[in-house]
């Protein structure tokens, strides 16, 4: 059996990796000159990285990311709404890692390298169209000027080309844009004296405006860290198209993102100066699309951004893209006929996904914090007169078990008054 993964990216790249450690093997389509660090950081859970770990990518992992710890919800005003352990110290047997998204890329892009060989990987080749029959799929690749550079022949073609997915649109030719809520991202990172533990993380605010902070990798010194920062806020009415193009690596405005800033009173790491001082921000319209009916149609799937593009909620983007393949490849690895694993695939990831898609519409596990913010706007004294632990304690537990990666360990309860 051979497939045809069609996109370089964290999910097309693990795609490969587990196809590899079935015995199946792939060729892979990057529509891009090469394959670069883009973006800047992300969560990648417990229940991802056990797959990595599986994949044997630990201790490359562990070289550039940090171990993050524990996690924090605040309102805008710098309360604290829940307080929780994370990763070892939540009872998994691996790391949550807070890491670059690039350096992710890397560490999974360099194994496929090693691994399958250089010659597996394609750049530059962008998916014009394909065509399926009784033998299998044929894809036709062309450059940016429109050439035909190649044509792959496979059992299977995996579109894992993100948001954007010409794989998807040849599906789906009706679906239209994604949808954009009307949230701009803004982030950046920049290297910045440690707070907290050094492995921790701080949510502030709710859906229609949040600060996130935490550490992505170690810092120039002992006593910093490289900081990632983001700020989410409504600046649209949700109705409209998104201004430009979804893209990882937009540069944006500093003097844009600033104003928003002050909405907030972020404790233990001065979120302003933190900003200030980053060379280079970033923006990104949240947008995702509409669950679908179905991901597969004969020889052809979806998995990752291309299948279940989400709001950048609960740090579950990447790692729902590992799970894809890693159930992928059990599926293919089982049945007697790739159209037979292509619907048992589907039949497992498309469910939870596109609960998960829904969930996140509504502020995923931190929608715990809207909760709060909508009975106390002007903030609290005692956590437990506006929503008792129990009730915030449902909202986190339950956005987990949906995701899949509930532990049954010790947590860091919230603050009871």
């Not at 404790?267 to 970033?282: D, G, K, R, W």
């Not at 009730?391 to 049954?408: C, D, M």
């Amino acid at each position: 059996m051979k497939a045809i993964i069609v996109g370089g990216g964290i999910g097309g790249l693990t795609t490969a990796l587990m196809l590899r450690a079935r015995g199946i093997a792939c060729e892979l389509f990057e529509q891009s000159d090469t394959i670069r660090e883009l973006g800047v950081g992300i969560n990648t859970l417990p229940h991802a990285i056990r797959e990595l770990a599986g994949l044997g990518l630990l201790d490359a992992l562990d070289a550039v990311a940090i171990r993050t710890d524990e996690l924090y919800y605040l309102n805008r005003h710098g309360q604290q709404v829940w307080r929780e352990a994370r990763g070892l110290d939540a009872g998994h047997d691996v790391p949550q890692f807070s890491i670059h998204r690039g350096r992710l890329q890397s560490v999974i892009h360099r194994a496929v390298e090693q691994r399958l060989g250089t010659e597996a990987i394609h750049t530059g080749c962008r998916l014009g169209a394909f065509s399926q029959d009784e033998g299998g799929v044929t894809a036709y690749f062309f450059d940016r000027a429109g050439a035909h550079v190649k044509t792959a022949r496979g059992d299977i073609l995996v579109g894992a080309d993100g948001i954007h997915s010409r794989v998807r649109e040849t599906l789906f030719p009706d679906e239209g844009p994604p949808c954009w809520n009307g949230l701009m991202l803004w982030r950046g990172a920049r290297d910045w004296p440690v707070f907290l533990t050094g492995k921790s993380m701080i949510v502030a605010g709710g859906l229609n405006a949040k600060v996130v902070v935490y550490p992505i990798a170690e810092g120039s010194s002992p006593a910093s860290r490289l900081t990632n920062w983001a700020v989410l806020v409504k600046v649209g009415d949700g109705n409209s198209a998104p201004p430009g193009r979804e893209d990882w690596s937009r540069p944006g405005k500093r003097d844009e993102v600033m104003p928003h800033v002050a909405r907030f009173n972020v404790p233990y790491v001065h979120v302003p100066s933190l900003i200030a001082a980053t060379p280079e921000v970033y923006e990104y319209p949240t947008c995702d699309r509409d669950p679908l009916p179905y991901w597969s149609s004969g020889r052809v799937t979806l998995l990752g951004d291309a299948a279940h593009p989400m709001y950048p909620v609960g740090s579950n983007g990447a790692s729902q893209a590992i799970l894809d393949a890693r159930a992928l490849a059990d599926a293919l690895a089982r049945s007697e006929h790739p159209r037979q694993a292509l619907v048992a695939y589907e039949q497992k990831r498309l469910p939870m996904t596109a609960e998960i898609v829904r969930s996140n519409r509504r502020g995923g596990p931190e929608g715990v914090i809207d909760a709060v913010e909508q009975l106390a706007p002007d903030g609290f004294d005692n956590i437990e007169n506006v929503l008792s632990y129990s009730q915030r304690e449902a909202i986190v537990r339950g956005y987990a078990s949906k995701a899949g990666f509930a532990a049954t360990g010790p947590a860091l309860a919230a603050v009871r008054g």
